[in-house]
Structures are given as C-alpha cells and as structure tokens.
T-cell receptor, first 113, second 110 residues
C-alpha cells in the first residue's frame, strides 16, 4: 500500500537537544516537503526537495536542517537553534510536475520537555 | 511568498445548512488546489482547478475558479457532521513550491 510514513508520531525534546523526524515515501515521487503547523494555523513551508541531493529553503527554514540522500527519504532535524519548536510537523510528497497534488503523512507532534 | 487569503477563518453551521469558503489572491493564479484536514489528521487533496471560470463538483461539494483566476471558492450543500475539518486552498509558486492559504475551520452542529 503506497504512502508516506512519518515517525515518531509524538516526540519530546529537551532544551539544547537536536531531534530528527523521519519521513519515508514509497510513491516514487520526486519532490518532498516539510511543513510546520501551529494550533489553529495554516501550513508553513520549512524545506523542500525536488530531487536527490538537492533541497531549498522554504519560508521558515531557520533552526531546521534536512538531507535528501535517497529518493524515498527526507528527514528533518530540528536543531537547538529553533527556539519555539513545539508544533505539528507534516511531510508531503508529489510527482514534482507543476500542479501535482501533494500527499501527506500522518504528522509528528513535537513538544518541549 | 505571495500569500493566499482565505475567509472566513472559522464557520459554525447547523447540520443541513450550506457552507462556503473563499480563497483570494492579488495575483493571477496558474492553478488552485483544495485540501481537507480532519481534526487531528493530515491534509487530504480534494481537487485542482486550472481553467478560468472552471466549476467542478464532487457530490455535495462545488469548487469554482474565478474568471480572472484570482479567486476560488468551495461550497458545501447541506452540511453533514462528516464535513467537519479545516479546508485549505493552495497555489503553486514556481515548479515545485506550494503556498497554502490560512484555512477555514468548519464546525457542524448536529
């Protein structure tokens, strides 16, 4: 069954700690995305990747880092430089052509301890 | 990026009433997509509109793209409790980047 798998579902971070959120897709999609969603808010783009070994900053990239070593995987690291990391993080993928719909994972809810 | 404004931010309706959310842009859009996010869930793609004046229907949902391609609407006829959630529009920016609207949260009172 094709889809996007995000893990873990819930994550807690201590002050000064880096944490990595996993995102794997088996849809053979070229493009992958990370969004942040705060309570009652819309989706804000953190990073996106069009192809393996290439990625671009979105609107709120500060305090985050990504890698795209494999087509299927696009992990997001929330670094200690991100002072307000508590949010719902959504990973998405798409075929990559203009206007293709995005498919989302179930999300990871990150909280500060 | 160029924002997409959605109104209203919240809407409470009685079950059976109609509901409409609007998406507005100051610039011409190449396309517009609509997504639904159930409470606690993730956004799910509903539809894409591309042509000026386009109207598409999915059962009780009617989607419209304005003639000038600067606005779009989603109308739900006779809402049901299963319609509860947040509805987002999204536009593409360049080839790969998407910009989401602020969303409209719909609550349906039984």
């Amino acid at each position: 069954d094709g889809g996007i798998t995000q893990s873990p579902k819930y994550l807690f971070r201590k002050e000064g700690q880096n944490v990595t959120l996993s995102c794997e897709q088996n849809l053979n999609h070229d493009a992958m995305y990370w969004y942040r969603q705060d309570p009652g808010q819309g989706l804000r783009l953190i990073y996106y990747s069009q192809i393996v070994n290439d990625f671009q900053k979105g609107d709120i990239a500060e305090g985050y880092s990504v890698s795209r070593e494999k087509k299927e995987s696009f992990p997001l690291t929330v670094t200690s430089a991100q002072k307000n990391p508590t949010a719902f993080y959504l990973c998405a993928s798409s075929m990559g052509a203009t206007g293709e719909p995005q498919h989302f994972g179930d999300g990871t809810r990150l909280s500060i301890l | 990026g160029q924002q997409v404004m959605q109104i209203p931010q919240y809407q409470h309706v009685q079950e059976g009433e109609d509901f409409t959310t609007y998406c507005n842009s100051s610039t011409t859009l190449s396309n517009i997509q609509w997504y639904k996010q159930r409470p606690g869930g993730h956004p799910v793609f509903l539809i894409q509109l591309v042509k000026s004046g386009e109207v598409k229907k999915q059962k009780r949902l009617t989607f419209q793209f304005g003639e000038a391609k600067k606005n779009s609407s989603l109308h739900i006829t006779a809402t049901q409790t299963t319609d509860v959630g947040t509805y987002f529009c999204a536009r593409t920016s360049g080839t790969y980047k998407y910009i989401f609207g602020t969303g409209t949260r719909l609550k349906v009172l039984a």
